[in-house]
């Protein structure tokens, strides 16, 4: 699981995490950003191995293999991987406790249909108020060692989720999606937390 959200874009469309929250509409708007961390445009990279060291001036191709390259930009997150090409969705932080990203993947041609939902806790905040890092995890509504093993369990989820045959979990109201999320930073205290850090300005 913990390189789902690495590859965020591309597991909306193969809901590669069971459990995974969903909705097939985007349930945070401007208004709850007021007040959210802000993300510093530019080359990001997804870490999923304590130490990963990698060279701010290198092409992402010669990235070492505990780092996956995104870039945020003008609200958009845009996944970079060199064999399957770029994928971009529209991206809205949203404040609370913990605060959340809002990946939305609704709209577009080759559109999943679906936003997805990860919590974060911003590290390293600039002079501007931006965040240079934070850690994150992938909002679930069943613990990941009940999901790792599919078909999920009903009996297992959280209240006010619906399971779908795929095995993730659509839900409609975004008060359960905050929920979700601080079961979510519990379970994910237990594993390797996801870590993001800006990597530098500018095109990929």
């Known amino acids: 699981m913990m390189r789902v959200f690495a590859i965020s874009l591309a597991a909306i469309s193969v809901a590669a995490c069971n459990g995974m929250v969903t909705s097939e509409r985007p349930l945070f708007s401007a208004a709850d950003s007021r007040g959210a961390p802000a993300l510093k445009n530019g080359v990001w990279a997804w870490t999923h191995e304590a130490g990963c060291q990698i060279d701010p001036k290198a092409e992402i191709t010669a990235w070492p293999k505990c780092a996956d390259p995104f870039l945020v930009k003008d609200g958009r997150l845009t996944a970079l991987d060199a064999g399957r090409g770029e994928r971009s ?39 501007k108020g931006r965040a240079g890092a934070f850690s994150s995890w992938v909002v679930l509504c069943v613990p990941p060692d009940k999901g790792r093993a599919p078909p999920v369990d009903p009996k297992d989820v959280l209240p006010g989720f619906s399971l779908s045959a795929r095995g993730d979990c659509g839900v409609d109201d975004p008060g359960k999606v905050r929920e979700a999320a601080r079961s979510s930073e519990a379970w994910a205290s237990q594993d390797e937390p996801l870590a993001a850090r800006w990597i530098r300005s500018g095109p990929p």
Do not use: H, K, N
């Open 89 to 127: 969705a529209a991206l809205l932080l949203v404040t609370g406790d913990p605060p959340l990203i809002q990946v939305d993947d609704t709209v577009g041609a080759d559109s999943s249909g679906a936003a997805v939902y990860v919590g974060l806790r911003p590290r390293q905040i600039d002079a």
